[in-house]
């Protein structure tokens, strides 16, 4: 039996393979999917009675940043699939249902997608245009997804909505809806700089006739609360981790080859790299930090509904990703020419714009201006290894 | 003493809450009623300022604030700490 870091080393090594094709034609990383699948990596959160693995989000993140290294969207996928999963096994044991969906995502390792942007709403996740409408035991939904990440590959979506026709924008559900369920019109195509194997297409999603036990009984309010934010924040953060550690593993590559050449010099260039590594250590610091609060907090509702654990998390994510952009960029300069021309070992094109997503993906002045209203009430105080 | 009717002149003055002030029962969740973390912050500052008081960061969670009843009684908690 492999460790888990064999099994994700193996797909890993599967998803780098094809990360440039991915990149370049901006479609699926279907080979690094069927490899998570293989390796059965996807179940890997659900608890054991339900046949996974009940590993904590502290592997799942160690698991973002190896993928991060081999393909970003890889990884960012892989990251998606368990925030969603993370919220499952947070708010769904309750339910026998949500519990049986647990044991298939486990035993068929079904790929988890999800839909909360809606258009005219843009990433506001705590508010919702569309409404579940119920009609005796079944509901019907229709929602203008401006956003699906891989919405045609994954079996499964969560998607958000207003509980009921009349509901307010706030008072939302999260509805599981399995592929053969919905039809899924592509309204816009997902073509960026970076992150291009997401295909995070825009698409009208039409669900009929699906029963009401596939509505989660928890209210979204509390889901975001408690799992979705925190596990956003840690597992994205992981992944853009991943990300800038591999361009520093090839600033130092190159920077070794170097001095190689020339004994018994420092080349110019380790300054630039012993800086490099101080940031890329301080963003590691950060994340680990996190994760450990998180981990700290499970099971306390009130720690992490709380309004000092939300500016802890909103931090990270301004901090990580503003850091991730920094640590690719001073690589970059570093390894100069090597690193901007493509199809070379230090090739830093494809980690810089998919890296330049982070600061933008739930952009940082949203992040930021929701810490400024925390900070009106939050209080000071607090002490190095508790605060 | 705080009461039902001073948390519910507070909720009233609350952008999202104002509408519906006057039907929300004691136990009835405010999240539901479509109250945002913006709501509940600004929500915050109006009971501070209208009881003198300041909660520590161990009162600023979601049930603290989920009703008119939990408001009452974080309040009453932060207003006479002895009797909680």
């Known amino acids: 039996m492999s460790t888990l870091a064999q099994r994700a080393q193996r797909a890993a090594t599967i998803a780098a393979l094809h990360a440039d094709a991915v990149d370049r034609d901006g479609r699926f990383p279907l080979e690094a999917v069927t490899a998570l699948k293989a390796e059965r990596l996807l179940g890997l959160q659900i608890p054991s009675q339900l046949g996974g693995e009940g590993a904590g989000l502290r592997e799942i993140a160690d698991l973002c940043c190896t993928l991060g290294q081999a393909c970003s969207s890889a990884a960012m996928v892989f990251a998606m699939h368990h925030i969603k999963v993370a919220s499952l096994v947070a708010h769904g044991l309750d339910s026998a249902w949500h519990c049986h969906l647990m044991e298939r995502i486990a035993q068929e390792q079904l790929l988890v997608a999800s839909s909360t942007t809606e258009a005219g709403i843009g990433g506001d996740l705590r508010t919702s245009f569309c409404a579940v409408e119920t009609t005796g035991g079944v509901f019907a939904l229709g929602k203008d997804a401006s956003v699906i990440s891989y919405g045609t590959q994954a079996d499964l979506i969560l998607a958000t909505a207003r509980r009921h026709p009349e509901a307010a924008g706030s008072d939302q559900v999260l509805v599981a809806l399995f592929a053969d369920q919905v039809s899924l019109e592509r309204k816009s195509v997902w073509d960026t700089l970076g992150m291009r194997g997401t295909c995070s297409d825009g698409f009208r999603l039409e669900a009929r006739d699906i029963p009401v036990e596939q509505i989660l009984p928890k209210p979204f309010a509390e889901i975001a609360a408690q799992s979705m934010l925190a596990s956003s924040h840690l597992l994205w953060s992981s992944v853009w981790f991943g990300i800038a550690n591999s361009a520093v593993d090839r600033a130092r590559t190159f920077v070794q080859a170097e001095a190689r050449r020339q004994p018994g010099q420092v080349p110019p260039t380790a300054l630039r790299l012993a800086e490099v590594s101080n940031a890329l250590q301080a963003m590691r610091a950060a994340i680990v930090s996190a994760l450990r609060r998180y981990e700290d907090a499970q099971g306390d509702v009130d720690t992490i509904g709380s309004i000092g654990f939300s500016v802890i998390m909103n931090n990270l994510k301004t901090t990580a990703s503003e850091m991730a952009v920094d640590i690719v960029q001073r690589a970059l300069s570093i390894v100069g020419l090597a690193g901007y021309k493509n199809g070379t070992p230090f090739s830093l094109g494809r980690p810089l714009r998919d890296v330049l997503s982070a600061p933008l993906m739930i952009g940082n002045d949203r992040i930021l201006a929701n810490t400024a209203k925390l900070l009106l009430v939050q209080k000071g105080g607090g002490q190095l290894m508790s605060a | ?84």
């Open chain 2, 1 to 84: 003493m705080v009461t039902s009717q001073d948390i519910r002149e507070i909720l009233a003055t609350n952008e999202v809450l104002a509408p519906v002030a006057e039907q929300i029962g004691d136990d009835d969740s405010l999240f539901d009623r479509g109250l945002d973390s913006f709501g509940s912050v600004q929500l915050m500052l109006a009971l501070e300022e209208r009881f003198g008081i300041e909660f520590p960061d161990e009162f600023l969670t979601r049930k603290s604030f989920a009703s008119i009843a939990a408001i009452r009684e974080t309040v009453a908690t932060v207003l006479h700490p002895q009797a909680a």
